[in-house]
């Protein structure tokens, strides 16, 4: 079965941190772009960041500086680390995989980060 299956997700105080993991089965990240994305309710899906499958990145102005986004091939894993978290990091985070030849492109389920004192 192809899938990529989020994780990590939780609930945290303001300035904490979470790493968040997408690790896909079924087939191998090598060649995909993986991007994270969240969504809040009452508001619109956000790119937040994204990783090509040479390694080179991009974060959105709204988290710059503090999410990091990586991958780890051998794992076939991509991550999010999110540091100084603040309430308006608070949704569900997806993670999308999307092939370098344009064939295929997949999604997560979904986790729930939630910022909250």
């Known amino acids: 079965q192809l899938q990529l299956v989020e994780s990590g997700g939780g609930l945290v105080q303001p300035g904490g941190s979470l790493r968040l993991s997408c690790a896909a089965s079924?087939?191998?990240?090598?060649?995909?772009?993986i991007g994270w994305f969240r969504q809040a309710p009452g508001k619109e899906p956000e790119g937040v960041s994204c990783?090509?499958?040479?390694?080179?990145?991009y974060h959105a102005d709204s988290v710059k500086g503090r999410f990091t986004i990586s991958r780890v091939n051998s794992k076939n894993t991509a991550y999010l680390q999110m540091n100084s978290l603040k309430p308006e990091d608070t949704a569900v985070y997806h993670c999308?995989?999307?092939?370098?030849?344009?064939?295929?492109?997949?999604w997560g389920q979904g986790t729930q980060v939630t910022v909250s004192s």
């Open positions: 999308n995989a999307k092939s370098r030849y344009g064939d295929s492109d997949y």
């Open positions: 079924g087939f191998t990240l090598d060649y995909y772009a």
């Open positions: 990783i090509s499958s040479d390694g080179s990145t």
